[in-house]
């Protein structure tokens, strides 16, 4: 049976893509293929997979350790080899643009931070991403309070344009408002 295929009946009986890679990994002894198969399978393109695929490949696929699938499967997942990226609207899009603009005027992020930032954008996660730079502030000596505030601003009040906006975006946005008349 074609891996993907194999990847697709996992998933459908309610394993995640780590168990689903684990699973895979172990019966073939062939990790990369396994982890390209859990991508397919979740229907990231081959492009999209390909590339996050070489970005762990050394680190983690190249040379497997016996009995390692799991925890393999995990880190794949946590690296965000495994998430689904959502189609943006036009909205969407600006919102990301915005938040973009948000991060390049805190003069210094946070690897994790950003990895995170990063995920959320690709699966589409808009709220927490807007929430966690709400709850940010600018470095004071490189950072660029005035842009960061704005920015964050603008992006809350697009975020707030949907039927039924969610109520941590309001605070949120009525903080970054308080944060930019004050800078």
């Keep these: 049976m074609h891996l993907a295929t194999l990847a697709r009946h996992a998933l459908s009986r309610g394993r995640t893509p780590a168990a689903t890679y684990a699973l895979l990994a172990r019966r073939t002894r062939r990790p990369f293929p396994s982890a390209r198969a859990v991508c397919l399978a979740l229907d990231i393109p081959l492009a999209e997979t390909t590339r996050r695929l070489n970005d762990c490949y050394d680190a983690l696929l190249a040379n497997p350790r016996p009995n390692t699938e799991t925890d393999t499967g995990e880190l794949l997942e946590a690296l965000g080899v495994f998430d689904i990226p959502k189609s943006l609207t036009p909205t969407e899009l600006a919102v990301v643009d915005l938040l973009l603009t948000a991060i390049d005027a805190l003069g210094?992020?946070?690897?994790?931070?950003?990895?995170?930032?990063?995920?959320?954008?690709?699966?589409?996660?808009?709220t927490a991403a807007y929430l966690s730079l709400a709850a940010t502030h600018p470095l004071p000596r490189t950072g660029n309070p005035t842009t960061y505030w704005t920015a964050l601003t603008t992006a809350g009040e697009l975020l707030t344009t949907t039927p039924t906006p969610d109520t941590r975006i309001t605070y949120a946005l009525t903080h970054c408002r308080t944060q930019a008349t004050h800078t």
Excluded: K, S
């Design 108 to 126: 210094g992020i946070r690897p994790g931070h950003h990895h995170g930032l990063q995920r959320w954008f690709t699966t589409g996660n808009l």
